[in-house]
């Protein structure tokens, strides 16, 4: 019966992805394409500044205890994912030269590298995935006072990914609005300390997949991209937990 809220912090990691990029004069697709987080350097008044909190890669959540050890819980992990400058990759589809003179080509593949003037791809206003989280809980070490505890959990995750991307091609894009782009699942485990009875830190793994089949691009209706890849998260995060009524007595 109890609830639970979080905020923290997370680092990101990707597997490649085949990025497909599709217009009304274009239609290619990027091989094994290379791409990073991109984590805010750690200061004070960046992390901990109430104006300035989301700017780093968060996480927050709320859940509920639905039985002893099972909970359900809704919460945005926003990650940011950047596609790495100056990487040679291969590059299969075509190009009209109604849409660009330098970068045209026929039906074939190509080496093409990444650089500003072809081809920038963010989701930095965040790779958000809004995901409800069931997860099972099993306590490995508790405090005679019952005020520290040390819990182990581990559970499956699943929800729409919303990003904001920033994606400028042939020199022509603008950083988008936020749309449902498709879906992320996986599972996640970790390690749970709590400490002065309502409060907790959490040390956090998730990994899983993420799809995109409907990006939004240079902001032309035509203009779309997809792709697919992995993912894997550590997230640190602080907490506390409460009731709103007290639990049924089981006495007689």
């Known amino acids: 019966g109890a609830f639970f809220a979080y905020w923290g912090y997370n680092r990101a990691w990707y597997s490649w992805s085949d990025i497909h990029l599709r217009g009304d004069d274009y239609?290619?697709?990027?091989r094994h394409v290379q791409a990073d987080d991109r984590p805010s350097p750690f200061s004070l008044k960046g992390y901990f500044t109430p104006a300035r909190i989301w700017i780093p890669q968060y996480n927050y959540r709320l859940g509920?205890?639905?039985r002893e050890h099972w909970s359900l819980s809704l919460g945005m992990d926003?990650?940011?994912?950047?596609?790495r400058g100056g990487q040679t990759v291969r590059m299969d589809g075509y190009v009209d030269g109604t849409r660009s003179l330098q970068y045209t080509t026929n039906e074939g593949s190509r080496d093409i590298r990444i650089t500003e003037d072809f081809l920038k791809f963010e989701h930095t206003d965040g790779l958000n995935l809004l995901s409800i989280d069931a997860d099972h809980w099993d306590q490995l070490w508790s405090s005679p006072s019952g005020r520290w505890r040390l819990r182990a959990y581990e559970g499956l995750h699943a929800g729409p990914v919303i990003p904001r991307s920033d994606v400028r091609l042939f020199g022509e894009?603008?950083?988008?609005?936020?749309?449902?782009a498709g879906y992320g699942i996986?599972?996640?485990?970790?390690?749970?300390?709590?400490?002065?009875?309502?409060?907790?830190?959490?040390?956090?793994?998730?990994?899983?997949?993420?799809?995109?089949?409907?990006?939004?691009?240079?902001?032309n209706d035509s203009d779309h991209?997809?792709?697919?890849?992995?993912?894997?998260?550590?997230?640190?995060?602080v907490g506390g937990h409460f009731r709103l009524w007290k639990?049924?007595?089981?006495?007689?």
Do not use: C, E
């Open 27 to 30: 239609d290619f697709t990027l």
């Open 64 to 66: 509920y205890f639905f």
């Open 78 to 83: 926003h990650m940011k994912y950047v596609v």
């Open 173 to 180: 894009g603008l950083n988008n609005r936020f749309t449902l």
């Open 186 to 219: 996986g599972a996640q485990l970790g390690l749970h300390l709590n400490f002065l009875q309502h409060f907790f830190i959490r040390n956090t793994l998730r990994a899983g997949l993420i799809d995109l089949p409907k990006v939004l691009t240079t902001g």
């Open 225 to 237: 991209a997809s792709h697919r890849f992995w993912f894997v998260q550590h997230n640190v995060v």
């Open 247 to 252: 639990p049924r007595s089981t006495g007689r």
